[in-house]
DNA sequence: TGTGCCGGGCG
DNA sequence: CGCCCGGCACA
């Protein structure tokens, strides 16, 4: 899919992530390319797009019609997200977006989906219950022997129906804007409105066509990253949130840390079962937050960490069309929402190509900013906890290579 | 005062 | 290039 469905335009930015990245193990590649890709795509989106031309649009047609074709295959996901959301995220809607609107997509899709709402509607297809249901099931199942020893077991039931909704929607969402809930809801309402209108706007470039299947694809990618979440982190759901924000601090980092490393690429390589053998306990939450340090490393590894959150907030911001400059700040964080990064599914390619072109052009503008500030003041300091912290000077040797060398830490990104 | 990390040195 | 550390900026 990704070679060939991608437009030109896409296989550049791919080969510069490529180029840019480390190579990894073929298996974990699949996944973890994903996220690369995104990043890489988002942050280098700028220059492409800049320079957009009507050659591109083209593009872009071919590569919504490609992204449409993947998707039909994949349009499953929906309908089950939207029931949970409903019952979950009822107290988002209640705030003011469920309107006339479709409450469900915009909650599920929490944030920057939202707008793919009208798409949502549009699309008839929601016949995927069975696919939503294996998912499900048989994430989770295997997910909860594989944790095995606590008392997970018990808890299922109760992470399924509500903690899997509200990993599948409120947690990813509110995570990447985690800024003000204010500010999410007016983001989404307005997105539910929106939509429209983008698709609209869009139109000049391409055909309603394609606008609407981008918005297809963006949703199959929602539920595909909630669904990957919600089976790996199921268990984490509660706490995930916190890592992206500073708040909460780390309970027992150490240990599920320590594991993680270890699990990390066999892990990738199941996909979905990640999370749980990074620690499934209930104390997921150190198990997340190794999830994301793992990815981080790699990218600071591959290049600047800085360039990253910026893409992200780009993303976010375009998602929200009323675009609010406080949001900034807690855009850098939603890059991360790369939780999507788990499901690793062939549609997640093409969704980061929709993603980036449509965006690119709003995002453009935003990401420059930010990163001008970075490079010229001293880096303000990341705020997170690092290794140092975490861990302690007696613990040295578990720190991240770069904090023993006193250097910016690539385990606790910012 | 403690922390994060840049800039630079050493092998 | 890996490793380390002086020293600055910041909280």
Redesign the pocket.
């Known amino acids: 899919m990704e070679g060939g469905c991608l437009s030109p335009e896409a296989a550049e930015e791919q080969r510069l992530a490529d180029g840019k990245r480390v190579n990894r193990d073929p298996d974990t590649r699949s996944v973890s390319l994903l996220e690369q890709k995104r990043k890489v795509v988002s942050s280098s989106i700028d220059v492409p797009h800049a320079r957009r031309s009507e050659e591109e649009v083209d593009m872009d047609k071919v590569t919504a019609a490609m992204v449409l074709t993947s998707l039909s295959t994949s349009p499953l996901v929906r309908s089950p997200p939207v029931k949970v959301s409903e019952g979950l995220s009822g107290s988002w809607k209640d705030n003011g977006s469920a309107g006339p609107f479709t409450p469900s997509s915009n909650s599920s899709s929490g944030g920057y989906w939202s707008w793919s709402a009208p798409s949502d509607q549009s699309n008839p297809s929601t016949p995927s219950p069975p696919l939503s249901a294996d998912s499900f099931k048989p994430f989770r199942v295997p997910s909860l022997g594989g944790v095995g020893p606590g008392p997970a077991g018990p808890e299922d039931p109760s992470l399924d129906e509500q903690d899997g909704s509200s990993l599948l929607f409120d947690e990813p969402i509110p995570r990447k804007r985690k800024v003000s809930a204010l500010n999410q809801l007016k983001c989404w309402d307005s997105s539910a409105v929106v939509p429209r209108h983008i698709t609209d706007h869009f139109s000049r470039n391409c055909d309603s066509d394609c606008s609407d299947g981008e918005e297809d694809f963006y949703y199959t990618e929602i539920k595909l990253n909630t669904d990957s979440v919600a089976d790996g982190l199921s268990s984490l759901s509660p706490v995930s949130p916190s890592i992206l924000s500073p708040p909460p601090p780390p309970p027992s980092p150490l240990p599920s840390l320590s594991q993680l490393p270890d699990s990390h690429r066999p892990q990738q390589s199941s996909d979905t079962k990640e999370p749980h053998a990074g620690g499934a306990t209930p104390l997921s939450r150190s198990a997340p937050s190794a999830l994301y340090l793992i990815h981080t490393d790699h990218a600071y590894q591959a290049t600047a960490p800085v360039s990253i959150p910026s893409s992200t907030s780009n993303s976010a911001g375009s998602a929200c069309t009323s675009f609010t400059p406080t949001n900034n700040s807690s855009f850098s964080i939603s890059w991360q929402s790369p939780p999507v990064t788990f499901t690793g599914n062939t549609v997640s390619p093409s969704k980061s190509q929709g993603f980036g072109e449509q965006r690119s052009q709003t995002i453009a503008v935003l990401s420059s900013p930010p990163r001008a500030t970075t490079a010229l003041?001293?880096?303000?300091?990341?705020?997170g906890?690092?290794?140092?912290?975490v861990y302690g000077?007696e613990n040295r040797d578990m720190w991240c290579?770069?904090?023993?060398?006193?250097?910016?830490?690539q385990r606790f990104t910012?």
């Open positions: 003041s001293r880096k303000v300091r990341g705020e906890k690092k290794c140092r912290k000077m290579t770069a904090c023993r060398w006193k250097k910016a830490c910012d």
